[in-house]
């Protein structure tokens, strides 16, 4: 029976920190063209949500800080792709001269 397969966790760390970035750009983007917008009298409709204020606020340090998250777990990822692999070709290897695999 082959070696279970390891996961580099790099990856399953790059999903949310990705929805996060993902999420936030497009509120970030949204609130720019609202404000761009402004003129239409919907456009103020959500002008005082919380999530708003905040990225009024705080949004291109969000962005930022999420980005540089991003470029390190990438990184992360990268560099030790090779060493979760090789852990598991040593495992299937062990397991074939053990007469397990």
């Known amino acids: 029976m082959p070696a279970k397969k390891?996961?580099?966790?790099f990856y399953v760390?790059?999903?949310p920190a990705?929805?996060?970035?993902?999420v936030t750009a497009f509120a970030y983007g949204l609130m720019a063209f609202q404000a761009v917008n402004a003129?239409?009298?919907?456009a103020?409709?959500?002008?005082?949500h919380p999530l708003f204020e905040w990225l009024r606020g705080h949004g291109d340090a969000a962005l930022l800080a999420e980005l540089a998250?991003?470029?390190v777990l990438t990184i992360g990822a990268i560099m030790t792709d090779n060493w979760w692999d090789q852990s598991t070709?040593?495992?299937d290897h062990f397991d074939r001269l053990?007469?397990?695999g």
């Open 89 to 91: 070709r040593d495992q």
């Open 39 to 42: 003129v239409r009298a919907e």
């Open 44 to 48: 103020h409709r959500h002008a005082a």
């Open 6 to 9: 390891r996961y580099n966790p």
């Open 13 to 15: 760390l790059l999903i």
């Open 98 to 100: 053990s007469g397990r």
């Open 18 to 22: 990705g929805v996060a970035f993902v």
């Open 69 to 71: 998250v991003l470029a």
